[in-house]
C-alpha cells in the first residue's frame, strides 16, 4: 500500500471517529425523555424509519465501536428512545406532548397554521424547547399524582391495621371472658351457698313465740 492510500485510510478512520463522536454528544445534548429527539426523527415518521434509523446510529456509536467513554450513556439512550416509539401507547402519548407544545407555542405568539414563522428554524428550536417544558410538566404531574396515591394507600393500610388490630384485641377479651366462665359460675354457687343459712337465720329472729 502506497503512502497516498495510507493517507487516505487515516483519513477516512479520523472521520468516522468524528462522525461517531459527533453523533454521541448530539444524542446526550438533547432532552433524553423526547425520543424523537434522540433519534433525530420527525414526529409521524412511519415505523420502518424509526427502526433503519435506531440500526445505523446503533451501529454508529455502539461502545464496541468506539472509544469514546460517552458511548454508554449515549447507546443507551438510543435503546430507550426506539423501545419507546415502538410501543404504541407511549409514542401515542410523547406526540400528544409534541402536539401541545407547537399549540401552547402558537398560542403564545398568537399564530395560526398558515404563518410562515412556523415553519422557520427559529420556531422549530422554541418547539423543541417547548415541547421539553411539556413532557417535564407532566413528569411532575405524574409524580404528585403517584405520591398522593402513595399517601392514601399508606393512610388505607394504617386504617386496615388498625381494624385488624381491634378485632384482635376484641377476639382476646372473648376468649378471656369465656375461659373464666366456669371460675366465675362455681363462684356464684359457693356464694348463693354461704349466703342461704344467713337468710334462714335472720328470717328465726324475726318469728314471735305465742304464749
Not at 400528544?96 to 415553519?119: G, Q, S, V, W, Y
Not at 394504617?158 to 376484641?170: D, G, N
Request: aromatic share 6%; charged share 45%; hydrophobic share 30%.
Amino acid at each position: 500500500m502506497s503512502n497516498d492510500d495510507d493517507f487516505e485510510a487515516e483519513l477516512l478512520a479520523t472521520g468516522k471517529a468524528l462522525d461517531k463522536d459527533g453523533e454521541i454528544d448530539r444524542i446526550l445534548s438533547v432532552f433524553k425523555l423526547n425520543a424523537y429527539a434522540v433519534l433525530d426523527l420527525q414526529p409521524g415518521v412511519p415505523e420502518s424509519d424509526i427502526k433503519k434509523t435506531y440500526r445505523n446510529k446503533s451501529l454508529l456509536i455502539h461502545p464496541d465501536k468506539t472509544t469514546n467513554p460517552k458511548a454508554p450513556e449515549a447507546f443507551d439512550r438510543l435503546k430507550k428512545a426506539q423501545t419507546t416509539l415502538m410501543d404504541e401507547k407511549l409514542r401515542a402519548e410523547l406526540e400528544e406532548h409534541i402536539a401541545d407544545a407547537r399549540m401552547l407555542l402558537m398560542r403564545e405568539r398568537k399564530l395560526t397554521a398558515d404563518d410562515e414563522e412556523t415553519r422557520g428554524e427559529e420556531f422549530a428550536k422554541a418547539w423543541r424547547e417547548k415541547t421539553t417544558w411539556v413532557i417535564m410538566d407532566n413528569e411532575k404531574r405524574k409524580r404528585r399524582q403517584m405520591e398522593a396515591q402513595m399517601r392514601e394507600e399508606g393512610r388505607a393500610q394504617r386504617k386496615e391495621e388498625e381494624e385488624i388490630a381491634e378485632r384482635k384485641r376484641k377476639r382476646e377479651l372473648d376468649d378471656a371472658w369465656e375461659k373464666t366462665r366456669d371460675t366465675r359460675i362455681n363462684s356464684w354457687r359457693d356464694f348463693q351457698k354461704g349466703k342461704a343459712p344467713e337468710e334462714g337465720k335472720k328470717k328465726k329472729k324475726k318469728m314471735k313465740v305465742v304464749g
